[in-house]
């Protein structure tokens, strides 16, 4: 996966690089553990349930050599046949622990160093693996030698122990042959799962050692160039043109749908240019009026002319339509503290409303209205 030389990649591996090599099926793997696993499992089994499956074993062959002479001369054959079914099934039955326990310690290991993993992607067909020259070149790579020194090892190892321990135990073996044929393979038994202890623990050193290095072979192999850290910064943050392209067509949806809101408003808040805050109120539905659309500048005078266009009354408040454009988020209640400022403003609506119903005269717009002065911000620089 990684590119570029080993001298350039100085970066360790992203997530999103680790991710993507668990999805190809890479994970820090170790032969070392497998076998140790495996075969300390297989020995420990033996050592404590050795003895019960011994005897179940010896009294199946027992009964296998032990059958009536009345089946021998059976007319049919299937009841020979019936009896070796029996034989095999207990057999099978013996041993199914001792299977069970070494498929749980196989699948341990790779989940102890890797987790779960579940990658299709490595079921595909590459055609490289079947390159003879690919498989020439990993023979004599850096990471063959290292295996070929790590078989090497391990083998001077266990036939170290191995012949140290029967060095020390030869008398005791010797003795064998002196001793009555069943409690010489009892005792015997004893010494080979005992000598198998001491050489499946060399083993445990090994995994010792393999462990962290597999650990951080697979990190090295991982590890990413400065322009690899680069690039996939870009990717996953985008295109910064791109971006302000998706947030300006963001900004032109909202600014639509915040128009469309203000011809079913109550009435636009003006500064009078500056600043626009249309509000609506729907006393069945609604706990206090709410800002439907609100702008400054350019998009204040758009607001005003769509309420123009729709007879949306406009009252004219300077520190009330700060107070609204500073403090009110769209399709949100007012703050608490306007709500008799604004409900002013609505009864000059209604006022208003009923006025041009009836043909009367419209009521003289509220003057000033009762904003507290902490929520005004005050008039902007160029006013």
């Given at each position: 996966?990684?590119?570029?030389?080993?001298?350039?990649?100085?970066?360790?591996?992203?997530?999103?690089?680790?991710?993507?090599?668990?999805?190809?099926?890479?994970?820090?793997?170790?032969?070392?553990?497998?076998?140790?696993?495996?075969?300390?499992?297989?020995?420990?089994?033996?050592?404590?349930?050795?003895?019960?499956?011994?005897?179940?074993?010896?009294?199946?062959?027992?009964?296998?050599?032990?059958?009536?002479?009345?089946?021998?001369?059976?007319?049919?054959?299937?009841?020979?046949?019936?009896?070796?079914?029996?034989?095999?099934?207990?057999?099978?039955?013996?041993?199914?622990?001792?299977?069970?326990?070494?498929?749980?310690?196989?699948?341990?290991?790779?989940?102890?160093?890797?987790?779960?993993?579940?990658?299709?992607?490595?079921?595909g067909?590459?055609?490289?693996?079947?390159?003879?020259?690919?498989?020439?070149?990993?023979?004599?790579?850096?990471h063959?030698?290292?295996?070929?020194?790590?078989?090497v090892?391990?083998?001077?190892?266990?036939?170290?122990?191995?012949?140290?321990?029967?060095?020390?135990?030869?008398?005791h073996?010797?003795?064998?042959?002196?001793?009555?044929?069943?409690v010489?393979?009892?005792?015997?038994?004893?010494?080979?799962?005992?000598?198998?202890?001491?050489?499946?623990?060399?083993?445990?050193?090994?995994?010792?050692?393999?462990v962290?290095?597999?650990?951080?072979?697979?990190?090295?192999?991982?590890?990413?160039?400065?322009?690899?850290?680069k690039?996939?910064f870009?990717?996953?943050?985008?295109?910064?043109?791109?971006?302000?392209?998706?947030?300006?067509?963001?900004?032109?949806?909202?600014?639509?749908?915040?128009?469309?809101?203000?011809?079913?408003?109550?009435?636009?808040?003006?500064?009078?240019?500056?600043?626009?805050?249309?509000?609506?109120?729907?006393?069945?539905?609604?706990?206090?009026?709410?800002?439907?659309?609100?702008?400054?500048?350019?998009?204040?005078?758009?607001?005003?002319?769509?309420?123009?266009?729709?007879?949306?009354?406009?009252?004219?408040?300077?520190?009330?339509?700060?107070?609204?454009?500073?403090?009110?988020?769209?399709?949100?209640?007012?703050?608490?503290?306007?709500?008799?400022?604004?409900?002013?403003?609505?009864?000059?609506?209604?006022?208003?409303?009923?006025?041009?119903?009836?043909?009367?005269?419209?009521?003289?717009?509220?003057?000033?209205?009762?904003?507290?002065?902490?929520?005004?911000?005050?008039?902007?620089?160029?006013?």
């Open positions: 996966m990684a590119e570029g030389s080993d001298e350039d990649r100085t970066e360790p591996a992203s997530g999103r690089r680790l991710q993507q090599a668990r999805e190809e099926g890479q994970v820090p793997q170790s032969r070392e553990l497998s076998t140790f696993l495996v075969t300390m499992t297989g020995v420990l089994f033996l050592w404590l349930l050795g003895g019960w499956m011994g005897e179940r074993l010896l009294g199946l062959l027992r009964r296998g050599f032990a059958f009536d002479r009345s089946m021998a001369f059976e007319p049919t054959p299937m009841v020979m046949v019936e009896y070796v079914q029996t034989l095999f099934s207990g057999a099978l039955l013996t041993l199914m622990p001792l299977f069970g326990a070494l498929m749980v310690a196989a699948v341990a290991s790779p989940l102890a160093l890797g987790g779960f993993l579940f990658a299709p992607a490595v079921l067909l590459k055609l490289d693996r079947l390159n003879p020259l690919q498989g020439i070149k990993r023979m004599f790579s850096l063959g030698l290292a295996e070929m020194l790590k078989a090892m391990k083998a001077s190892l266990i036939g170290g122990v191995g012949a140290m321990v029967l060095w020390r135990h030869r008398e073996l010797f003795d064998f042959l002196r001793e009555p044929l069943e010489a393979i009892g005792d015997f038994s004893g010494t080979v799962i005992w000598i198998a202890l001491l050489i499946v623990s060399s083993l445990g050193l090994l995994a010792l050692f393999d962290p290095f597999q650990l951080w072979q697979y990190h090295k192999n991982l590890r990413m160039s400065k322009e690899e850290v690039r996939e870009k990717e996953q943050e985008g295109d910064p043109q791109l971006k302000g392209r998706i947030r300006s067509m963001q900004r032109e949806m909202a600014r639509r749908r915040m128009m469309a809101e203000v011809p079913k408003a109550d009435v636009v808040v003006t500064n009078p240019a500056h600043f626009s805050v249309a509000l609506r109120y729907d006393a069945p539905k609604m706990a206090a009026p709410i800002v439907v659309a609100k702008g400054r500048g350019e998009l204040a005078l758009k607001i005003r002319e769509v309420a123009l266009e729709n007879a949306v009354p406009l009252l004219e408040a300077p520190p009330l339509a700060r107070a609204l454009y500073a403090h009110c988020e769209l399709q949100q209640a007012i703050p608490t503290a306007l709500f008799s400022a604004v409900a002013e403003a609505m009864a000059w609506v209604y006022q208003l409303n009923e006025a041009m119903a009836s043909g009367v005269e419209p009521p003289t717009p509220p003057a000033e209205l009762p904003v507290p002065a902490e929520l005004d911000p005050g008039p902007p620089p160029e006013e």
